[in-house]
């Protein structure tokens, strides 16, 4: 117990660091040669790199320290740990590609820079999301308010926070369009961090209201192998009592599963939902 552990936690250090290191990556080679700020500490230091020439990696650090002691007192001390390291190697990652690389860019195209920019950071973010760090910055400011407001994801809380930068961006250069292009590495980048946080496992949840609830739920058990739940129910038009079939099943299923509804009871009342992640039996392990 005491050996997986310790995989674990190694496991998720070292993805950390592959997070980081991609971010980095895209901030040395696309946004900031091309002044493309997508919100966050990383946008407002490509900023402060450009009005006084103070390196992108010394700013991350300085502006972090706060945010980092607030991560401690409202997050724990474990997440306090990951963000402080996801930090600290983003910034050694920066030096280190300025070191050895020097100040390049690999397309002074912005359309080109904004997308591979938003794509390379947002699977880097993704990445050090889904192993319980940030880089601090707006992402950690992002985690801080979704402990407050969970409906709002991180990201999207990232998202409200990096859109004052997105315009800064624009002043800086005076130049509209580089607002435009920072808000489209801005969209990329967010919806690619839910997508490697989310994954590609989502689950369908179905709501089933028959006329033969037990023929229903028999049926869906022996050709699908999924169990079926029954949740009372009471119609208010009519005031009679109805059960409502609940079953989850995986993507493949989904079309199996409307037909055997439609064999059963052609009226039937359906409702489908999409849910990101489902844990036990049938689906992920609870970690």
């Known amino acids: 117990m005491i050996e997986n552990k310790k995989y674990r ?51 991350n650090l300085a502006v972090n320290v706060p945010l980092f002691i607030a991560g401690i007192m409202i997050l724990g001390k474990a997440f306090g740990a990951k963000t402080a390291y996801a930090t600290i190697m983003l910034s050694v990652f920066i030096r280190f590609f300025y070191m050895f690389f020097g100040e390049i860019s690999v397309t002074d195209d912005l359309l080109l820079a904004a997308i591979y920019g938003g794509v390379i950071s947002g699977v880097g973010l993704g990445i050090v999301f889904r192993y319980g760090g940030t880089t601090g910055g707006t992402d950690l400011g992002g985690a801080i308010l979704n402990k407050f407001f969970p409906n709002l994801s991180t990201a999207k809380m990232m998202m409200l926070l990096d859109l004052i930068v997105v315009g800064a961006a624009g002043l800086v250069e005076r130049r509209i369009e580089t607002s435009l292009y ?65 079953c989850v099943v995986n993507r493949a299923q989904v079309a199996k599963l409307k037909r055997i509804v439609h064999e059963v009871d052609p009226k039937a009342f359906m409702m489908v939902s999409t849910i990101h992640e489902v844990l036990g039996e049938g689906f992920k392990e609870a970690k």
Request: no cysteine; aromatic share 12%.
């Open 182 to 246: 920072s808000i489209i590495a801005l969209y990329i980048l967010v919806k690619l961090i839910d997508f490697i946080v989310e994954g590609l496992s989502y689950a369908k949840a179905f709501y089933i209201i028959s006329s033969d609830p037990e023929a229903m739920g028999k049926k869906i058990t022996q050709e699908m192998n999924r169990g079926v739940t029954a949740l009372s129910g009471k119609g208010v038009y009519t005031g009679s009592n109805r059960d409502v079939l609940m």
């Open 9 to 59: 936690v190694l496991v998720e250090y070292l993805a950390i660091a592959l997070g980081s290191g991609l971010l980095a990556f895209s901030l040395v080679f696309f946004l900031e040669p091309n002044t493309i700020a997508p919100g966050g500490v990383t946008g407002f230091a490509i900023l402060i790199q450009k009005i006084f020439g103070i390196p992108i990696d010394f700013t």
